[in-house]
Every structure is written in C-alpha cells, then in structure tokens.
C-alpha cells in the first residue's frame, strides 16, 4: 500500500509559476511509474505528466511540454512537478498518483493503483 499526500497548490495568476509536491509513504517506489493528472470542474481526469522512478524517463501531455516538469527525489520518496507560464485553462484538482509494478508510464488513469487526495490550482486571467 502507497499513501500519496500532494500540497502546493494555490490561487496564481496567468504567467506566473507553482510547484507541487507529492510525498509518498508506504513502500519504495523504485518498481513504480508516479504520474501527475488534473481535473477542472465538468470534465474528466486529463493526464498531466509521469516519471518512471528507476530511470527516471518523463512523459508529458501536449498541454505540458515546455511549460511543466516532473521529477522525484528519491531519498525523500517526493514527486514534484513544476509548473510555470500558467495559463487560466490550467486550473483543475491534480492529483498524484501510482502505477505499481509498471515499466512504461501510461497515460491512462486507469494503468495507476493509488491515488493522493488532490490539490486546487487555480490560475486567474
């Protein structure tokens, strides 16, 4: 069992930039894929980014290239992801989650057996 806990959301405006952070307890994760996904109101779970933790190759969502990065620490079993040049179409809950086991980061929600609870980021115009 993974317990995800994210902090560092907040009220920006458009442009500016906002860290957040997922700490992860329960169990090492260098077997597991740590993804970022959000979900503004009205709409689904959208993919975000993933980092595979034994080698830390990323992935990103068209929406994120260039503006977001993902990465972990590994002594502190944290993921961050960076986010700058935040734009109003970026607010949503994000919500870290766990692939167990995986090799390759999907970019389906579904692929991910553990969930944090969500932080709000909103961006205003």
């Known amino acids: 069992q993974v317990q995800l806990v994210e902090s560092g959301g907040g009220l920006v405006q458009a442009g500016d930039s906002l860290s957040l952070t997922c700490a992860a307890s329960?169990?090492?994760?260098?077997?597991?894929?740590m993804g970022w996904f959000r979900q503004a109101p009205g709409k689904g779970r959208e993919f975000v980014a993933a980092?595979?933790?034994?080698?830390?190759?990323?992935v990103y969502a068209d929406s994120a290239k260039g503006r977001f990065t993902i990465s972990r620490d590994n002594l502190k079993n944290t993921v961050y992801l960076q986010m700058s040049s935040l734009k109003p179409e970026d607010t949503a809950v994000y919500y870290c989650?766990?692939?167990?086991?995986?090799?390759?980061?999907?970019?389906?929600?579904?692929?991910?057996?553990?969930w944090g609870q969500g932080t709000q980021v909103t961006v205003s115009s």
């Open positions: 989650a766990a692939d167990r086991g995986s090799s390759r980061a999907s970019y389906n929600s579904q692929a991910y057996d553990y």
């Open positions: 329960g169990r090492p994760l260098s077997n597991y894929v």
């Open positions: 980092i595979i933790w034994a080698d830390r190759t990323t």
